[in-house]
Nanobody, 126 residues
């Protein structure tokens, strides 16, 4: 059974940085694209970033481009989201997701992902 566990969230001030981690178990990470999404209170879950199965291609939402960086360490079966210059509008629950099919690209649509973690909360104060 595939499981995704996020960690690294917390309460920070505007301008600070956080690094989120997503540990994957139950499958080898190396063949699958991965994504990060977030959901603020009262809002729909939205795309943040994704990385292809090879790591050679990444995709970012315009709202985080230039501030967030997605990466993967297949040896550790872990995906990361480095978040710099955080803003209050980045406050949300952040979710890691795994593509259900191998060899995929960095998809932005939620429907491309079959496995989801439970989320980690990020709160940015002004």
């Amino acid at each position: 059974q595939v499981q995704l566990v996020e960690s690294g969230g917390g309460l920070v001030q505007a301008g600070d940085s956080l690094r989120l981690s997503c540990a994957v178990s139950g499958r080898a990470l190396r063949r699958y694209a991965m994504g990060w999404f977030r959901q603020a209170p009262g809002a729909e879950r939205e795309f943040v970033s994704a990385i292809s199965w090879s790591g050679g291609s990444t995709h970012y939402a315009d709202s985080v481009k230039g501030r967030f960086t997605i990466s993967r360490d297949n040896a550790k079966n872990t995906v990361y989201l480095q978040m710099n210059s955080l803003k209050p509008e980045d406050t949300a629950d952040y979710y890691c997701a795994a593509d259900g099919e191998p060899w995929g690209g960095p998809a932005a649509r939620k429907t491309e992902y079959d496995y989801w973690g439970q989320g980690t909360q990020v709160t940015v104060s002004s």
